[in-house]
């Protein structure tokens, strides 16, 4: 081997982060910190109950949920972005993705009441998870359509919180 040859590497060099992945994680963990004090104030905050379960029951461990991972995404990208390579150029028609999220989420919040929790939900996830480039559409909108049923299931029916029913009367 002479000295103008490059060295080998047999062990595989780990994969650097981009440091504005790491940057948006920061920002999503900060904004479920604050998210999770708020939930935490909101709950604390619920009238006490003569039931065996009060109304914050649920939640209260949410929200500490939600801080506790906030809190780890922002730790984590806090060690990861001394080591984080450059970004890349952004993908082509982003905005027009994230333009399409918020159209998404809006039609969501103006159909709920219209066609109720389930169909709405179903949608909602379907057109987000092919947004966001899931592989097979209609398995998304299975997903989306069984998920959504049964947490209509789970609170409709099982817990007792009404939620919107739609023509179909569910």
Not at 73 to 98: F, I, K, N, S, Y
């Amino acid at each position: 081997m002479t000295a103008t040859e490059p060295v080998e590497q047999t062990g595989a060099e780990p994969e650097r982060p981009e440091r504005r992945t790491v940057l948006a994680s920061a920002a999503f963990g900060g904004l479920m910190l604050v998210a999770a004090v708020c939930v935490v104030v909101d709950a604390v905050r619920l009238p006490e109950t003569s039931g065996v379960v009060g109304p914050a029951a649920v939640p209260l461990p949410i929200g500490v949920l939600l801080g506790a991972v906030g809190a780890t995404l922002v730790v984590r990208a806090r060690l990861q972005l001394r080591d984080a390579a450059p970004g890349e150029t952004r993908p082509a028609h982003g905005g027009l993705r994230v333009a399409a999220m918020v159209a998404t989420l809006v039609a969501f919040a103006v159909l709920l009441p219209v066609l109720g929790y389930v169909v709405s939900s179903a949608a909602l996830f379907a057109v987000t998870a092919i947004l966001l480039g899931a592989p097979r559409p209609a398995q998304m909108i299975a997903y989306g359509w069984a998920l959504s049923a049964l947490v209509f299931l789970t609170f409709d029916r099982l817990i007792g919180l009404t939620l919107p029913t739609g023509p179909w009367g569910f």
